[in-house]
């Protein structure tokens, strides 16, 4: 594996440029990094470029809003509008409180899946420590909203099942079901992005040149699904989580 | 029922193929014997997660699309259904995946 991995550049220089003050702040908090001369990992710095991107790209495109779209104001409204269908179409029409969430986890994790393709930077989704980031934050913010829905006893009532006889059966039941829905959600995107540049990376080995292509094709069409899947499932989990006892 | 004896028969002589390299003593100093074991049990792995996998995902996609084709009217529904249960049956391949990388990559001769 050491072998085939290369430094990314951008991580390097991030690390030239901050690597002094972070080691620095590291060392007040009394962290010792296991890598003295790059303090970041390279997955963070991906992380913030993507998170700059996003918020530099989509900042400047909202600016000047007008009643007849332009180009650009019409994609962003196709892209929001996708985001608002999957949840109109998920939790009814109550869901659309939840856009901000499920709308910037699904172009971050979007974001990150393609920012892999470019030469010179690296998917930070293909390290587990982000894709797990990311289905804490779902999972922390459903039980969030569901507490928020129904109340924090009705909520916690929801775990023990129909019948109160059962409830001790059903309690461990579904707690573990529940803690198995971050481990799933982060291992399945990170298992995804992460095969798929080891794919790459290997083929890229053996023909440098025009093979990987249709390889890095069917990358955009995994980094498509993958994100539209993250954000079907946080979708699923939420309305599990709000819907009241009546509906099921 | 025939079909099942013969894969019992037929587990039973891959069972009995490997016993000797489950037979073999993990210990001392000659690691070789552990990681020419981790190879083929990282392939094996992965070969049934596939195979099982791919026929899955096609027994759903060929219901999915037979639905489709009786009632093109329910199909935005059907189409939600079949990528949320592909999803989840690739999951469990993708996690298959893992374990075979994680067995490949680790290099055993490396621990005692």
């Known amino acids: ?54 918020i530099v790209g989509l900042g400047l495109a909202s600016r000047k809003l007008s009643l007849v779209p332009s180009g650009r104001q019409s994609l962003l409204e196709a892209i929001f509008q996708a985001f608002e269908g999957v949840l109109t179409d998920i939790i009814g029409e109550s869901g659309k409180k939840y856009l901000p969430m499920i709308g910037t986890i699904g172009l971050f994790i979007f974001t990150c899946n393609m920012i892999g393709l470019v030469p010179g930077f690296m998917s930070p989704t293909s390290k587990l420590n982000v894709t797990a980031g990311c289905a804490l934050a779902v999972f922390v913010y459903y039980h969030w909203q569901g507490m928020k829905a ?99 | 029922m025939k079909k099942m004896r013969a894969l019992g028969l037929l587990l039973f002589f891959v069972l009995l193929a490997g016993s000797p390299l489950l037979a073999q003593e993990a210990g001392a100093a000659d690691r070789a014997p552990l990681y020419k074991l981790s190879i083929i049990v990282g392939g094996a792995v992965i070969t049934l ?32 259904l079949m990528i949320f249960g592909l999803v989840l049956i690739e999951t469990l391949v993708i996690y298959a995946l893992l374990v075979t990388i994680i067995i490949l990559m680790i290099q055993w001769g490396k621990y005692t």
């Open chain 1, 150 to 248: 129904q109340g924090p006893l009705k909520y916690l009532k929801h775990f023990t099942g129909p019948i109160p006889a059962l409830a001790p059966l059903l309690l461990p039941i579904e707690v573990i079901s529940h803690f198995s829905r971050p481990v799933s959600l982060s291992l399945r995107l990170f298992g995804n992005i992460f095969a798929e540049e080891l794919l790459i990376v290997i083929i890229a080995s053996i023909v440098p040149f025009i093979l990987p292509l249709p390889f890095m094709a069917v990358a955009i069409f995994t980094a498509v699904i993958q994100s539209f899947v993250f954000v079907l499932l946080a979708c699923i989990y939420i309305a599990g989580a709000v819907a009241h006892e009546e509906e099921h």
């Open chain 1, 1 to 54: 594996m050491e072998g085939l991995e290369h430094s990314v550049y951008v991580a390097d220089l991030f690390n030239r440029l901050f690597g002094k003050p972070v080691l620095a702040l590291l060392g007040l908090l009394g962290i010792e990094p296991r890598n003295p001369h790059s303090p970041v990992p390279d997955y963070i710095v991906m992380v913030i470029i993507v998170a700059l991107l996003l």
């Open chain 2, 49 to 80: 997660a596939a195979a099982a996998g791919a026929f899955c995902q096609a027994k759903a996609i060929s219901s999915a699309c037979e639905g489709i084709s009786r009632n093109p009217g329910s199909a935005p529904h059907i189409r939600f």
